[in-house]
């Protein structure tokens, strides 16, 4: 019996005496644990381990090596990463060698470099009969910058913590980190299915996930290595503050209405080029069906897409347009159209079953928006408006007090008393065609009212206008003289057809030809309307006519001004000739 206990006891010293030697922390040449580390790493093309300020080794609970001041360098001896202290798991196969192999690392406040360029081609050097030269990295606090040299793009995150797991060549290798990426936290996973197959140039599951506090990306798919890295699969995008999520990828943020953003594709791409097919996008309440591509183009980008709706309600993505009147009742100074940017070009194509803005309703639209070398272009290819044909074109190059904007505008056989009745005006009635040419200079609506140059048109059927009755007036001139209150405001003047011509210079509209062909009335007008001044000075000649509108050399007539202000001119009787 106290043979026992003698064995148990001086047992129980062994290991006591054995245990606190493996928790000792034995302190190691840092130059022999530096060659020990890059004789493991030996196979992966030149990477080096650099010889640590100093190391200790400790055996339990787990064989690993504390080193301070590590740093590990590419083969072109630049620092892949170092870290001021780190934490090395050793394979035990290794220690039964006499040798310290890595498995696993866990890096405290490192500062990490990752060329993409460099990474792609070490991964060339995969063998399927090589281990991962670490199987994990744990990383505490960090701070890492992932460049591309090619495409002259870097990111830098800070405060990194996480985890990147690669067991074997053949095995999966997956990664999932947290950090703060232009002043936002954000996390990063993902998973690469065979390193291997992807080294070799075949296609490889892939999976990513980007999130932060201002949205969400989500990529499930293949990617391939065949001389260039290209990729295809499923992506979904999610943006609950758009502001915000614009701010965070580092781009302007749009003026929209919409707030939120998702977007579904099927997406394909590589270094330079995303194309999105079969995509859902949905902005607010709107959902746009289509196709979008965005390629890299020197020190810009190119947006291109063609989307589809059955129903767009503008106001829903677009934020009103700033009042074309300030609160003095002149027009406004406030920057009214957007400068093209010179950093993006733009091709995309919108088509719409019944398209809505500010309450005013166009069917079957096909639209289009081009910009190149800061000249951007908006289109109205076709669209039907208060029953009429519609299209029309602006476009805008340069920026500010120098911006050259410039407009075409036709509506064909179109309800035009419809039409100006959506705008407010609803002393007309009437089908009819306008068209104009305008051009003027300045970013605002009263820059280019001021400098406005052109031609006007407008050809109108049957109609009638309200609250001005010629005829009336013209028949009781013969008998007394006119109360323009009294004998004009009551009734209307029906005309058979008109024809309407502007000449427009330096915010300027002089009447070129006015004729309005009445029963009983023929019209001439001429004069000037001051676009700028948001005033006219026009005088109107009235003369009796038959029922076709033809008038005779005896028939009463009568010449109006019809001068002020657009929101109140006065009319007024100048002669009368019976």
Known sequence: MRLNRAIALIGLAVATVLAAAGLHPWRIDADLVAAQLN??????????????????????????????????????????????????????????NWRFAPQAVKLRRPTAAIDLEKAREETTRISSTMDAPLSRLDVADGSVTIFSGASRASVVVEH??????????????????????????????????????????ERTGVRLSVAANSGKLDFVGAAQDAGALNWTGD??????????FAQWLGIEAPSLAAQTLSLHAQASGDATTVA??????????????GTIALARRGEGYALSGTLAADRFDLDSVLKSPRSLIASNGFWSDEQLLPAPDPALDLDLR???AHATWGGHNIDDVAASLLQQNGRATWRVLQATASQGALNCEITIEGAGATMDTKATLAIENADLGALLGEWGVRAYSGRGSLTATLEGRGDSAARIAATLSGTARA??????????????????????????????????????AAEIRLDIEHGQAQFSKAHVSAPGAALDADGVIDIGARSLRTWIVAVQADSAGRPSAEAARQTFSWIGPWSAPVLSIVATTN
């Open 39 to 96: 004789a493991a790493s030996a196979p992966w093309g030149g990477a080096h381990w650099g010889r640590p300020a100093s190391a200790t080794f400790t055996l339990l609970p787990w064989p690993r090596l504390n080193v301070e001041e590590i740093q590990l360098a590419d083969f072109d001896n630049m620092s892949v990463f170092n870290a001021p202290s780190a934490t090395i798991s050793l394979r035990a196969l290794g220690l039964l």
């Open 160 to 201: 990194v913590e996480g985890w990147a797991e690669w067991a074997k060549a053949t095995r999966p290798l997956s990664f999932s980190f947290e950090g703060q990426w232009r002043e936002r936290r954000a996390a990063f996973a993902g998973r690469v299915e065979s390193p291997l197959d992807l080294a070799r140039g």
């Open 235 to 244: 992506l979904t995008l999610q943006a609950g503050e758009l502001r915000s």
């Open 276 to 289: 999105l097919n079969d995509a859902r996008l949905q902005m607010g309440e709107q959902t746009l069906d």
């Open 350 to 352: 919108l088509s719409a």
């Open 459 to 496: 050809d109108l059927q049957a109609g009638a206008l309200t609250g001005l009755n010629f005829e009336e007036a013209l028949r009781r001139s013969l008998r007394r003289p006119l109360d323009l209150a009294r004998d004009m405001a009551v009734g209307q003047t029906k005309f058979s």
